[in-house]
């Protein structure tokens, strides 16, 4: 009886360890994927505010009119 106390037992540790590292796994690789959307939100965030300084300035020079009578 001892025996297979010992051999239910080990075989329970080990499948404890076995899922403990698989949820770790999961929640370490869930992390990186987080992190990857937000880099990734932040980099389009970046590209769409640099497209609209470009576009601002664009605009701005083609408005700007230089005032010919202040020539003689």
Known sequence: MGEAHMKWFW????????LLT??????????VWVQHART??????IRERQELR?????????AYVPD?????
């Open 40 to 45: 990734r939100e932040f980099d389009r965030l």
């Open 11 to 18: 075989r329970s540790v080990i499948l404890l360890i076995a």
């Open 54 to 62: 470009e576009k601002s300035a664009a605009q701005a020079a083609q």
């Open 68 to 72: 010919d009578s202040a020539q003689p």
């Open 22 to 31: 698989v949820g770790i796994s999961a929640y370490v690789g869930g992390e």
